[in-house]
């Protein structure tokens, strides 16, 4: 069975704190991502990771940073959090062999975020 | 770049009806379609998926959905609704050669008793 894991379902945070997510997979997987999910507003893509150490800016990048230092962890940073950030994110990776944008997304049960 | 639109934010069926979300796409090349489902506090799960060949699909828990490339749709059925059906779908596309899903902005499906 594929497996994402996020280090917390969680998470309160204050205004202007350095917050980390991080997310696990376990199937070798080329692709991971980072969405944030609102109300009426769906899946939003922060930032994704086509491999190690490379990454791309999504639709909604600004106030986020990523880091992909091994093939399977993808971190998502807020540097400074605010309460806009406050969202439910959801981590996700795929198989970037054979047909790549073919290949399903495995998702990660989310992190609740609260930024006070 | 593609998009899908969800029509009904919104969808009250009873126990046993017909079940039908529907989701429009706009591609200029053929498109990967996705039917994700999220039920309360989890992570998006796949139903099922076009990418090429049959335009019926059919996916996970009875699911099913028909590739209408004439009508740009890409609904999502299921014959009797059962009340574990209740959960928020997603329809998305992936572009051919990207790597990321555009997904739209979900349908909440209610099932009454």
């Known amino acids: 069975d594929v497996k994402v894991t996020q280090s917390s379902r969680y998470l309160v945070k204050r205004t202007g704190e350095k917050v980390f997510l991080e997310c696990v997979q376990d199937?070798?997987?080329?692709?991971m991502f980072w969405y944030r999910q609102d109300p009426g507003l769906g899946l939003r893509l922060i930032y994704f990771s086509y491999d190690v150490k490379m990454k791309e800016k999504g639709d909604i990048p600004e106030g986020y940073s990523v880091s992909r230092e091994k093939k399977e962890r993808f971190s998502l940073i807020l540097e400074s959090a605010s309460t806009n950030q406050t969202s439910m994110y959801l981590c996700?990776?795929?198989?970037?062999?054979?047909?790549?944008?073919?290949?399903?997304?495995?998702f990660g049960p989310g992190t609740r975020l609260t930024v006070l | 770049a593609q998009s899908v639109t969800q029509l009904g934010s919104h969808v009250s069926v009873s126990e046993g009806a017909l079940v039908l979300l529907r989701c429009n796409y706009s591609s200029s090349v053929p498109p990967y379609l996705f039917w994700y489902v999220q039920y309360p506090n989890q992570g998006l799960q796949l139903l099922l998926k076009?990418?090429?060949?049959?335009?019926l699909v059919k996916g996970i828990n009875g699911f099913e959905a028909e590739f209408k490339k004439s009508e740009t749709s890409f609904h999502l059925t299921k014959p009797s609704a059962h009340m574990s059906d209740a959960a928020e779908y997603f329809c998305?596309?992936?572009?051919?050669?990207?790597?990321?899903?555009?997904f739209g902005k979900g349908t909440s499906l209610l099932v009454t008793p």
């Open positions: 199937m070798d997987h080329e692709n």
């Open positions: 076009y990418t090429t060949g049959a335009t």
């Open positions: 998305a596309v992936s572009e051919n050669s990207g790597y990321a899903l555009n």
């Open positions: 996700a990776s795929r198989s970037g062999k054979d047909r790549g944008p073919n290949n399903e997304q495995f």
